[in-house]
């Protein structure tokens, strides 16, 4: 953080770092104050390393829901993030010296700094937000009641050894994910674990799940087919598609366990591994979906969110609400 400031600094600004970022579900990394002249602003900074295109979605959603202005501060932000970023006005900087900020009077916008040797550092969040990790916070993002489970059925229904459930609950405290009351462990800030996990899906456990990629003629079969005669669910634009009606999906996403034959032929498939607008990913968890036939709505926001596109991602801030609409 310290390293990317310094970029606002040399532009003639004041930055104090506010330590106590207060909690909550908007809850930033931390507060800056930033004064220029007479002008004085407070923002909710958020840390993002490693940040990638197909993470922008869900950070810029995170982003929006602070309380106060937002302002990102990232190892490296490349030209189109930045741009996508000036699009929607949010702040940002980082370490590499790009830097977008406008607040009449004053605008600043740096871009194309290359960042300066190994600064891409690998995204945080520590063995919780590897993949084995991101399987058993999915789990717990699905059923936050299972928070208090015993490890080896946590392990089960996450479809990961046992140990791992032990580390990813040893983490999650210091995190802020765990509380405990009356010796009873809770979920905490369960908005903002399934904004991290959204992030950390598409980087760290979703490439690790493709089985195919396939060319089809036609989507048309979108309404009416049923996934599960192929023993798969709809992910993606297609689960979106079907369950908030507000979409009409341009690609598909099937989550099984794998290919199978028949649904290939019967929508008269073609391989494309390079473009292809069907995907088939590897389902990696074991538990049985509230809507037969479509992928749980966490993961179906995550996918939307790692599209980059507008219309997807405002679908993704719909199924959003939905899932906190009774937690909160």
């Given at each position: ?30 507060l800056v104050r930033i004064e220029y002249g007479r002008e004085k602003a407070l ?286």
């Amino acid at each position: 953080m310290t390293v990317a400031l310094k970029t606002l600094r040399g532009q003639g600004l004041t930055v104090e770092i506010v330590k106590d970022p207060g909690r909550g579900h908007t809850r930033a990394d931390a507060l800056v104050r930033i004064e220029y002249g007479r002008e004085k602003a407070l923002y909710a900074a958020e840390v993002k390393r490693g940040l990638r295109p197909a993470m922008l979605g869900a950070v810029i959603h995170q982003l929006e829901r602070f309380e106060q202005p937002p302002l990102l501060i990232a190892d490296y932000v490349t030209p189109p993030m930045a741009d996508a970023l000036r699009a929607r006005r949010i702040p940002f900087v980082d370490a590499a010296g790009n830097a977008y900020l406008e607040q009449a009077p004053l605008l600043i916008w740096i871009q194309g700094q290359r960042p300066k040797g190994d600064t891409l550092a690998r995204g945080r969040g520590g063995r919780a937000f590897q993949a084995s990790g991101l399987r058993v916070l999915f789990a717990l993002i699905c059923n936050p009641e299972w928070v208090n489970a015993p490890y080896r059925d946590l392990a089960q229904k996450a479809g990961v050894a046992h140990g791992t459930v032990g580390w990813v609950m040893a983490e999650l405290p210091g995190h802020g994910f765990l509380t405990k009351l009356h010796g009873k462990r809770q979920l905490a800030q369960q908005e903002r674990l399934l904004q991290q996990w959204a992030e950390h899906y598409p980087r760290v456990l979703r490439p690790r799940l493709a089985l195919g990629r396939f060319h089809a003629d036609n989507l048309e079969w979108w309404k009416t087919l049923n996934p599960t005669d192929y023993g798969a669910v709809f992910g993606g634009e297609m689960a979106a598609g079907r369950t908030t009606k507000y979409l009409r999906p341009g690609a598909a996403t099937f989550y099984a366990d794998r290919i199978d034959p028949r649904l290939v032929a019967n929508l008269k498939l073609r391989a494309d591994p390079q473009g292809g607008d069907v995907e088939i990913l590897r389902r990696f968890w074991t538990f049985a979906e509230e809507t037969p036939g479509l992928a749980p709505e966490p993961l179906i926001y995550a996918d939307l969110m790692a599209t980059g596109d507008a219309r997807c991602i405002e679908t993704a801030k719909l199924i959003y609400d939905r899932i906190f609409k009774g937690r909160r």
